[in-house]
């Protein structure tokens, strides 16, 4: 059986790279954006009291627990340094992103077990999540490339807890870390973390079509 050591690099490290080279102010043509953008914008696949559903969202890794905080308080030093006109603002967010998420030094402190989104919209993935946890997300690039994970979607909702929410905070921050931040609206925008259970290579080629990968596997 092939590992899922696969998705992972062609998930987290094509991110990483569109990152890394933004950073270094490398020319980076629309199209090669726009097929990067495939690794983070699936479709979230939800069942419950709307509906079967699916949804585009963007997600992203995250930190291992251990260094979740830690990370959370580097962003929002950053982001209240944040004044109108601020033309720096997303580069030095980019330094950050480099530092803390995906320089090669640090993909020790990625958790590969879960992946985050935020909800914006609160209809029929959120009416759905809340009801059953049960969750598959779809991966696809053109023309041949995708996966399927399977798993479980947790809510964390400071309206509903009445409590800090970690990850709440840290998703709608490594939002603003890049973009205008607007702290206002962190509230009203609930995180999803998704934990992996099984992934599925699904590419359109004779060694997939639908192929479990083994997960987790030894990195």
């Known amino acids: 059986m092939k590992t ?9 490290t094509t991110r990483a790279n569109t990152v890394l080279k933004l950073y ?3 020319e980076l043509s629309k199209e090669k954006i726009f097929l990067s953008f495939c690794s983070h914008t699936p479709a979230l696949v939800s069942n419950g ?6 949804s585009i969202k963007g997600v992203g890794f995250m930190p291992k627990p251990e260094y979740l ?3 959370l308080n580097a962003y929002l030093e950053h982001i209240k340094s944040y004044t109108p006109g601020d033309k720096d603002y997303s580069k ?7 530092k803390w998420m995906y320089g090669e030094d640090v ?3 990625i958790d590969f077990t879960r992946i985050g989104s935020l909800e914006m919209a609160k209809k029929h993935s959120f009416e759905n999540y809340k009801a059953n946890p049960e969750a598959t997300i779809i ?4 023309p041949m490339v995708s996966y399927e994970l399977r798993g479980k979607m947790s809510i964390y909702d400071e309206l509903d807890s009445g409590q800090r929410e970690l990850y709440q905070q840290f998703l709608n921050a490594q939002h603003d870390v890049y973009h205008t931040p607007d702290m206002s609206r962190w509230l009203n925008y609930p995180a999803y973390v998704f934990d ?3 992934i599925y290579d699904n590419s359109a080629n004779r060694d997939a079509f639908g192929t479990k990968l083994q997960y987790p596997y030894d990195k």
């Open 139 to 142: 991966y696809y690039q053109p």
């Open 4 to 12: 899922a050591e696969k998705f992972f690099n062609w998930a987290f």
């Open 107 to 109: 993909r020790h402190r």
């Open 92 to 98: 030095r967010g980019l330094a950050l992103l480099v």
């Open 69 to 71: 905080e830690e990370t």
């Open 24 to 26: 270094n102010g490398e």
């Open 49 to 54: 009291p709307a509906g079967l559903n699916a």
């Open 196 to 198: 992996i259970e099984e």
